[in-house]
Nanobody, 117 residues
Framework: QVQLVESGGGLVQPGGSLTLSCAASRSIDSINVMGWYRQAPGKQRELVAS???????NYADSVKGRFTISRDNAKNTLYLQMNSLKPEDTAVYSC???????????WGKGTLVTVSS
Protein backbone atom coordinates (compact mmCIF):
# COMPACT_ATOMS: atom_id res chain seq x y z
CA GLN A 1 0.00 0.00 0.00
CA VAL A 2 1.04 3.56 -0.63
CA GLN A 3 -0.75 6.80 0.07
CA LEU A 4 -0.14 9.75 -2.22
CA VAL A 5 -0.67 13.33 -1.08
CA GLU A 6 -0.47 16.22 -3.52
CA SER A 7 0.34 19.80 -2.63
CA GLY A 8 1.30 23.04 -4.31
CA GLY A 9 -1.88 23.92 -6.14
CA GLY A 10 -3.46 27.33 -6.03
CA LEU A 11 -4.41 30.42 -7.98
CA VAL A 12 -1.87 31.81 -10.43
CA GLN A 13 -2.02 34.40 -13.19
CA PRO A 14 -1.54 33.43 -16.83
CA GLY A 15 2.14 33.16 -17.60
CA GLY A 16 2.95 32.26 -14.02
CA SER A 17 4.51 29.16 -12.51
CA LEU A 18 3.67 26.55 -9.91
CA THR A 19 5.38 23.44 -8.63
CA LEU A 20 3.24 20.51 -7.56
CA SER A 21 4.51 17.85 -5.20
CA CYS A 22 3.25 14.34 -4.57
CA ALA A 23 4.53 12.80 -1.35
CA ALA A 24 4.34 9.03 -1.00
CA SER A 25 3.88 7.29 2.33
CA ARG A 26 6.68 4.82 1.64
CA SER A 27 9.64 4.30 -0.64
CA ILE A 28 8.89 4.82 -4.32
CA ASP A 29 11.86 2.76 -5.45
CA SER A 30 9.59 -0.13 -6.43
CA ILE A 31 7.00 2.02 -8.19
CA ASN A 32 7.46 1.46 -11.90
CA VAL A 33 5.53 4.41 -13.27
CA MET A 34 4.51 7.68 -11.67
CA GLY A 35 2.52 10.37 -13.33
CA TRP A 36 0.39 13.45 -13.14
CA TYR A 37 -3.14 13.53 -14.49
CA ARG A 38 -5.58 16.41 -14.62
CA GLN A 39 -9.30 16.84 -14.95
CA ALA A 40 -10.84 20.12 -15.94
CA PRO A 41 -14.49 20.90 -15.22
CA GLY A 42 -16.72 19.06 -17.65
CA LYS A 43 -13.84 17.20 -19.23
CA GLN A 44 -12.33 13.74 -18.99
CA ARG A 45 -9.22 13.09 -16.98
CA GLU A 46 -6.09 13.24 -19.10
CA LEU A 47 -2.47 12.28 -18.66
CA VAL A 48 -0.20 15.30 -18.25
CA ALA A 49 3.17 13.63 -17.77
CA SER A 50 4.64 10.33 -16.67
CA UNK A 51 8.04 9.05 -15.65
CA UNK A 52 9.13 5.45 -15.75
CA UNK A 53 11.80 3.80 -13.63
CA UNK A 54 14.92 4.20 -15.70
CA UNK A 55 14.03 7.74 -16.64
CA UNK A 56 11.80 7.60 -19.70
CA UNK A 57 9.44 10.57 -19.65
CA ASN A 58 6.29 11.33 -21.59
CA TYR A 59 4.35 14.59 -21.85
CA ALA A 60 1.00 15.51 -23.27
CA ASP A 61 1.48 17.63 -26.38
CA SER A 62 -0.36 20.49 -24.70
CA VAL A 63 2.30 20.84 -21.97
CA LYS A 64 5.52 19.99 -23.81
CA GLY A 65 8.13 22.68 -23.30
CA ARG A 66 6.23 24.19 -20.37
CA PHE A 67 5.96 21.41 -17.76
CA THR A 68 8.71 19.26 -16.26
CA ILE A 69 8.11 16.05 -14.32
CA SER A 70 10.70 14.65 -11.94
CA ARG A 71 10.94 12.18 -9.10
CA ASP A 72 13.20 12.19 -6.06
CA ASN A 73 13.38 8.65 -4.74
CA ALA A 74 15.35 9.77 -1.68
CA LYS A 75 12.44 12.00 -0.67
CA ASN A 76 9.71 9.65 -1.92
CA THR A 77 8.31 12.55 -3.90
CA LEU A 78 7.12 13.25 -7.42
CA TYR A 79 7.15 16.80 -8.78
CA LEU A 80 5.57 18.74 -11.60
CA GLN A 81 7.13 22.08 -12.45
CA MET A 82 4.63 24.11 -14.45
CA ASN A 83 5.72 27.25 -16.30
CA SER A 84 3.97 29.62 -18.70
CA LEU A 85 0.62 28.56 -17.31
CA LYS A 86 -2.49 29.15 -19.39
CA PRO A 87 -6.15 29.37 -18.37
CA GLU A 88 -6.72 26.03 -20.11
CA ASP A 89 -4.34 24.44 -17.60
CA THR A 90 -6.97 24.99 -14.90
CA ALA A 91 -7.86 21.59 -13.46
CA VAL A 92 -7.55 19.25 -10.52
CA TYR A 93 -4.14 17.64 -10.78
CA SER A 94 -3.76 14.14 -9.37
CA CYS A 95 -0.75 11.97 -8.74
CA UNK A 96 -0.71 8.37 -9.94
CA UNK A 97 1.55 5.45 -9.14
CA UNK A 98 1.63 2.10 -10.90
CA UNK A 99 3.34 -1.02 -9.58
CA UNK A 100 3.90 -3.67 -12.23
CA UNK A 101 3.97 -6.56 -9.77
CA UNK A 102 0.32 -7.11 -9.04
CA UNK A 103 -0.59 -4.39 -11.55
CA UNK A 104 -1.71 -2.06 -8.74
CA UNK A 105 -2.58 1.58 -9.31
CA UNK A 106 -2.69 4.23 -6.60
CA TRP A 107 -4.17 7.71 -6.76
CA GLY A 108 -3.89 10.83 -4.70
CA LYS A 109 -6.90 13.00 -3.98
CA GLY A 110 -5.70 15.85 -6.15
CA THR A 111 -4.85 19.50 -5.87
CA LEU A 112 -6.64 22.33 -7.66
CA VAL A 113 -4.73 24.60 -10.02
CA THR A 114 -6.56 27.70 -11.21
CA VAL A 115 -5.01 29.93 -13.85
CA SER A 116 -6.84 33.21 -14.02
CA SER A 117 -6.25 36.94 -14.05
Amino acid sequence: QVQLVESGGGLVQPGGSLTLSCAASRSIDSINVMGWYRQAPGKQRELVASIITGGRINYADSVKGRFTISRDNAKNTLYLQMNSLKPEDTAVYSCNAFVLIGRITYWGKGTLVTVSS
